[in-house]
């Protein structure tokens, strides 16, 4: 089993930044990729970043430029750094770590970005 805790979730203005970390119990041997989403009431979740165990990164286009997702190989946590928020921003986002075996996620932590 997997386990995903994220924090750094909050309530900031449009323009400012925050950095959300996501902890995983599995090392990098058994994680393939690490990913960020976010999700909406009434909407899908949405894949914003990825980082796979090569270092090989991707984003959504909405989220290009402003966001940065990073690992510390040493801690098994990702980041997402955001900056330049905006209110379609505002989302629980959720950590996602795939395996060879299935995917894990972590409870979600709220952004909420205000005008």
């Known amino acids: 089993q997997v386990r995903l805790v994220e924090s750094g979730g909050g309530l900031v203005q449009a323009g400012g930044s925050l950095r959300l970390s996501c902890a995983a119990s599995?090392?990098?041997?058994?994680?393939?990729?690490m990913s960020w989403y976010r999700q909406t009431p009434g909407k899908s979740r949405e894949l914003v970043a990825t980082i796979t165990s090569g270092g090989t990164i991707n984003y959504v286009d909405s989220v290009k430029g402003r966001f940065t997702i990073s690992r510390d190989n040493a801690k098994n946590t990702v980041y997402l750094q955001m900056d330049s928020l905006k209110p379609e921003d505002t989302a629980v986002y959720y950590c996602?770590?795939?395996?060879?075996?299935?995917?894990?996620w972590g409870q979600g932590t709220q952004v909420t970005v205000s005008s």
């Open positions: 599995a090392s990098i041997f058994s994680v393939n990729a």
């Open positions: 996602n770590a795939r395996t060879s075996a299935q995917w894990y």
